[in-house]
């Protein structure tokens, strides 16, 4: 089985890996390339990862993948694949597959898709937190002073949700393609139109494709029943489930 997780991003993606990562016989990448993804225009990317992870499942040469070799959790995942005798279960993890989820089913009916969904105002504030360019005081204080003598953009944060020039926002060549672009008065209402696209789209495949893409809360991943709920649903037996009271890859420990 083909497994690629969704969600609008800040939503418990990366331990929807490592929940899905567990199982047995199972490789799940995190973002796996977005270095080739692209929101919109482009499937074909997107659509070599679906060719490849098929052709890794029935026997070829794991070798074959293409990955973002700048990531360095990709390289790690991968170098494990590689050290795999068996492998029954394949997938990645990452928000920008929404867009072309019929593509994939087109291409393939072995596979599934799980969708993670989060509050809309947790997941505004989390991505307003992650979009910040953080610095040591003294960096700070010697980046505004470059760019007074250079007369080039002193930079806070950045914005992946609407479209400008990189004066106000620093620019991110492998990110903002990813992410579709809205008419909004500030980058907070952006993000909130980003979710609502992002679930309505959701919703709509999963309705459409009940069989193959199906939401879940993020609340689903932090006890037991959840993931089974998770795990049934991508086709992992009961008895070879690995369960824990919780899956949290970045939570402190």
Not at 136 to 157: G, M
Request: a neutral charge.
């Amino acid at each position: 089985m083909i497994v690629l997780g969704l969600g609008s991003g800040r939503t418990g993606t990366a331990s929807l890996s490592q929940l899905i990562n567990s199982q047995p016989d199972t490789i799940c990448f995190h973002e796996l390339n977005p270095t080739g993804a692209v929101h919109a225009g482009n499937p074909q990317p997107i659509l070599n990862t679906i060719n490849e992870f098929s052709s890794i499942l029935s026997g070829g040469d794991k070798h074959l993948l293409a990955i973002d070799y700048s990531r360095q959790a990709s390289v790690d995942t991968y170098t494990e694949l590689q050290q795999r005798k068996q492998v029954t279960t394949l997938g990645d993890i990452a928000y920008y597959y929404l867009r072309y989820v019929e593509e994939i089913i087109n291409t393939t009916q072995n596979v599934r898709f799980v969708c993670i969904k989060r509050d809309r105002s947790q997941t505004i504030s989390s991505w307003q937190k992650k979009s910040t360019i953080n610095r040591w005081f003294s960096l700070r204080v010697a980046d505004r002073l470059k760019s007074l003598i250079t007369r080039t953009p002193y930079h806070e944060s950045k914005n992946f949700w609407q479209q400008h020039d990189g004066r106000a926002w620093q620019l991110d060549p492998v990110w903002d393609k990813t992410f579709p672009n809205f008419d909004a008065d500030s980058k907070e209402e952006a993000i909130g139109k980003y979710w609502d696209y992002y679930y309505e789209e959701a919703t709509r495949l999963e309705k459409k494709y009940g069989e193959y893409f199906k939401i879940f809360d993020i609340s689903e991943m932090s006890h037991r029943d959840g993931q089974k709920k998770i795990l049934s649903f991508i086709g992992i037996a009961d008895e070879v489930m690995v369960l824990q009271d919780e899956f949290h890859a970045h939570k402190s420990k």
